[in-house]
């Protein structure tokens, strides 16, 4: 798999936004939607900042863009300060010109017993629109992707997971405590992740470092989703020199 490492993770996510912003022009240029897999968390910050940027300063229009977010905790209201459709709106979608319409983000609100559905027409609704041509992804200090957590399968479908402990522990700062932090979240499976055209995994910090070293060069297994992405063929991981410091 290849891996790309810039000076910081200003420069790294200039660079991704630009691939992006390029895909959606020749997208335009074809008159065709452009279906970006999002992710959320603290990672690709920089990049949606960068997005907008390019919307507000050089006319990057997001009008054929379709979006599909990788995750939503369960279950969240969408208004709720931890929301993930909060968190997308706040940092990209209310600052440039996608339809609303087109920004999905899984329902954190669904009755249990209808989100196996809900998970398949998410799936059913990519597939229809021919895919995810590029799919962002960060990584939890477990290898998760998306919240795929340790042991998740290759061709896990996109459905309700419990969370690791460690990722919980991750995120209850944002909570305000273990106590508060959901237990459960909706997430894509493996398998669309793994059909996505172009896949690029983004990672900043030396808390990452180890994790990405075992995805990279370690062997592909369950434990580490990311190491999945060894076996796409036009996966990229896209790295600040901390994270990389562990690469041999
Ligand atoms: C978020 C997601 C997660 C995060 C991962 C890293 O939508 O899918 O896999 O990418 O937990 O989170 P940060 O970026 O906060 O370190």
């Given at each position: 798999?290849g891996?790309?490492?810039y000076e910081?993770s200003?420069?790294?996510s200039?660079?991704?936004?630009?691939?992006?912003a390029d895909?959606?022009r020749?997208?335009?240029?074809q008159?065709q939607p452009?279906i970006?897999?999002l992710?959320?968390?603290?990672?690709p910050?920089?990049l949606?900042?960068e997005l907008?940027?390019?919307?507000k300063?050089?006319g990057?229009?997001?009008?054929?863009?379709?979006?599909?977010n990788?995750?939503?905790?369960?279950?969240m209201?969408p208004?709720s300060?931890?929301s993930?459709v909060?968190?997308?709106?706040?940092l990209?979608?209310?600052?440039?010109d996608?339809?609303?319409?087109?920004?999905?983000?899984?329902?954190g609100?669904?009755?249990k017993?209808?989100?196996?559905?809900y998970?398949d027409?998410y799936?059913a609704k990519i597939?229809s629109?021919?895919?995810i041509?590029?799919?962002?992804?960060?990584?939890?200090?477990?290898?998760?992707?998306g919240?795929n957590?340790s042991?998740?399968?290759?061709n896990?479908?996109t459905?309700?997971?419990a969370?690791?402990?460690?990722t919980?522990v991750?995120?209850?700062n944002d909570?305000?405590?273990?106590?508060?932090t959901p237990?459960?979240?909706i997430t894509?499976?493996?398998?669309?992740?793994?059909?996505?055209?172009?896949?690029?995994?983004l990672?900043?910090?030396?808390s990452?470092?180890n994790?990405i070293?075992?995805?990279?060069?370690?062997?592909?297994i369950n434990?580490?989703?990311a190491s999945f992405?060894?076996?796409?063929?036009?996966?990229i991981?896209?790295?600040?020199?901390a994270a990389?410091?562990k690469?041999?």
């Amino acid at each position: 798999i290849g891996t790309i490492v810039y000076e910081n993770s200003v420069t790294a996510s200039k660079a991704v936004a630009k691939e992006i912003a390029d895909l959606i022009r020749v997208k335009q240029s074809q008159k065709q939607p452009c279906i970006l897999g999002l992710a959320t968390g603290s990672t690709p910050k920089g990049l949606y900042a960068e997005l907008v940027r390019l919307h507000k300063e050089e006319g990057l229009s997001f009008k054929n863009v379709i979006s599909f977010n990788l995750d939503e905790y369960y279950p969240m209201e969408p208004d709720s300060i931890n929301s993930y459709v909060r968190f997308m709106k706040e940092l990209l979608f209310n600052h440039v010109d996608i339809l609303p319409e087109n920004c999905h983000v899984p329902d954190g609100m669904l009755p249990k017993e209808r989100i196996a559905d809900y998970c398949d027409q998410y799936e059913a609704k990519i597939e229809s629109l021919g895919g995810i041509d590029l799919q962002i992804l960060g990584i939890g200090g477990n290898g998760h992707i998306g919240f795929n957590e340790s042991g998740s399968l290759q061709n896990s479908k996109t459905r309700l997971v419990a969370l690791d402990h460690i990722t919980r522990v991750a995120a209850s700062n944002d909570f305000s405590g273990l106590n508060n932090t959901p237990r459960t979240a909706i997430t894509l499976g493996v398998k669309k992740i793994m059909e996505a055209k172009r896949v690029i995994l983004l990672a900043w910090g030396e808390s990452k470092s180890n994790i990405i070293r075992a995805s990279v060069e370690g062997p592909v297994i369950n434990q580490v989703p990311a190491s999945f992405l060894q076996e796409h063929n036009n996966a990229i991981f896209v790295l600040d020199q901390a994270a990389a410091s562990k690469l041999t």
